[in-house]
Nanobody
Framework: QVRVVESGGGLVLYGESLRLSCTAS????????MDWYRQAPGKQRELVAT???????DYAGSVKGRFTISRDNANNTVSLQMNSLKPEDTAVYYC?????????WGQGTQVTVSS
């Protein structure tokens, strides 16, 4: 059984930091591309950051320089370090594990940034 579980969300103030974690079980984690998405109220889900199986990273322009994605294959975990948070970063953040046509998602974790 595949499980993808996000954690680390919460309420922070403008300019503060937060670290999200995602643990995937039931898969050969090291073979999967890992993504962080977010969805704000009334908006479409958007891709925030991606890390390949070789730990190559890519970011949405809106978070580049502020967010850092990393993976720990030994612990089946991907993290998203979010610095200099802004109110527009407020959203539900989702983790996905992707391999070809396989795509597993977590339930999401809420991040709220107050001004």
């Amino acid at each position: 059984q595949v499980r993808v579980v996000e954690s680390g969300g919460g309420l922070v103030l403008y300019g503060e930091s937060l670290r999200l974690s995602c643990t995937a079980s039931g898969i050969k984690f090291r073979l999967y591309v890992m993504d962080w998405y977010r969805q704000a109220p009334g908006k479409q889900r958007e891709l925030v950051a991606t890390i390949s199986t070789e730990s190559k990273t890519d970011y949405a322009g809106s978070v580049k320089g502020r967010f850092t994605i990393s993976r720990d294959n030994a612990n089946n975990t991907v993290s998203l370090q979010m610095n200099s948070l802004k109110p527009e970063d407020t959203a539900v953040y989702y983790c996905s594990a992707r391999l070809g046509l396989l795509d597993y998602w977590g339930q999401g974790t809420q991040v709220t940034v107050s001004s």
